[in-house]
C-alpha cells in the first residue's frame, strides 16, 4: 500500500505550506512512483491527501492514471480543498474494485461500468454531467458493486441518476443541506435486487423510488419511515420488520394504501412483539389491507406472561384478514 498526505510534519513549514515545500512534495511522490515503476512491482492500494490547493493539477492526475494502469485495485482520495481531478482514468479501470473521493469535483459521462468495482464511497464529492450529455441523464453500470455509500453529495447538471447495482447489499446517502439540494433536483434510481442494509438521511424524502426492491428487512424504525418504505417499493414481496418504534393513528390514511398491499406483498414477519397498542395497530393494517398476504409470523418476547400472550394471539385472529392468508405462525424469542 502507498500513502502519501503533504499534512506530514516532514512536508510542513510551521503552519504553512510554501510553494518550495509543495514542489519537493510533488518531486518526492514522482520519485517513488518512478522506483515502483522500475522495480515493476505492482501496487494494491494507493492513498493520496491533500490539504493545500494545487494551481496545477497535472501531477494529481497523472499520479491517479499511473497507479490504475498498473493495475490498482484500492485507490483513495482525501481532499481537504476542492480540487476537480480527472476521472477519465478511474472510471476506465477494469480493475478497480475500491474507490473512496473526499472533497472533490468530478466530470461523469453519459454512461459508465466499472466490471470489477465492489465498494464505492464519496463524500463531500460534486458529481458533473459532461457537457455533450444533453439528456443530462446518467446509466451507471456497477455489475459487482455491493457498497455505495454517499454523504454531501452534489450533482450539477443531472437530471436522473440509474444505478444498475444486482448485487448491492448496503446503500447509504445522506443528502447534503436543503439549499444546495434544491439547486440540482436530480432523481436517483438504484436498481439492486439483493439490497440488504439501508440508510437515508435527508429532510426531502418524498422522491424515494424502489421499483425492483422485492425483499426488505428493517431493525429498530418509526410508523412514518415504515409507511414511506412501503410507498416507495410497489413490487415488494417479503417485509421483516425487527421493532416497531410508534406508529401513530394519524400516519394511516385510507387513500394512501402502499400498491404492494394490493399486488404483491405475501410474507409478513414481525421480531420482537410486545402487544403494544402501536405494534397492534399495525397489524391490523397489514393483515386488513395486504390483499395477497399468504405468511404472517410474529416473534413474540419471552417478558410476555402466559395469559398476555394468549390475549395477543386471540387479538390479532380478531383482526379481518386476506382470504389468501394461510398461515399465521407465532414464537417466543
Known sequence: ?????????????????????????????????????????????????????YKDLCPLN?????????????????????????????????????????NCSIRIPTSRCLSSLTVLKFFGVTLISDPSNRSQKLILNFPVLRTYEAEDCTWVNVKSVTFEVPLLKVLSVKLPSWSTFTLSRTKFKFRASRLTQFSYGSIVAGSLKFEMLSHLELGNVAGEILLMFLMCTPFLK????????????????????????????????????????????????????????????????????????????????????????????????
Open 1 to 53: 500500500m502507498l500513502h502519501f498526505e503533504d499534512r506530514d510534519s516532514h512536508w510542513r513549514n510551521r503552519h504553512n505550506m510554501n510553494k518550495k515545500i509543495m514542489t519537493r512534495f510533488v518531486q518526492f511522490v514522482n520519485r517513488v512512483l518512478l522506483l515502483h515503476s522500475l522495480n515493476a512491482s505492482n501496487i494494491q492500494s494507493f492513498s493520496l491527501s491533500i490539504s493545500v490547493f
Open 238 to 333: 417479503t417485509l421483516i420488520l425487527e421493532v416497531l418504534i410508534q406508529f401513530k393513528e394519524e400516519v394511516l390514511v385510507p387513500k394512501l394504501v402502499p400498491a404492494c398491499f394490493e399486488s404483491n406483498l405475501q410474507v409478513v414477519q414481525f421480531g420482537r412483539l410486545n402487544g403494544d397498542e402501536h405494534e397492534m395497530r399495525f397489524v391490523k393494517h397489514v393483515l386488513e389491507k395486504a390483499l395477497v398476504l399468504e405468511t404472517v409470523k410474529y416473534s413474540v418476547t419471552k417478558g410476555l406472561c402466559r395469559s398476555n400472550f394468549e390475549n395477543v394471539k386471540e387479538k390479532i385472529f380478531s383482526f379481518k384478514r386476506s382470504e389468501k392468508l394461510v398461515l399465521m405462525e407465532f414464537m417466543l424469542v
Open 62 to 102: 497523472r499520479w491517479i492514471s499511473d497507479v490504475l494502469n498498473r493495475g490498482v485495485k484500492e485507490l483513495c482520495m482525501n481532499l481537504t480543498v476542492q480540487l476537480e481531478i480527472n476521472a477519465h482514468s478511474f472510471l476506465e479501470s477494469p480493475n478497480l474494485e475500491k474507490l473512496k473521493l473526499r
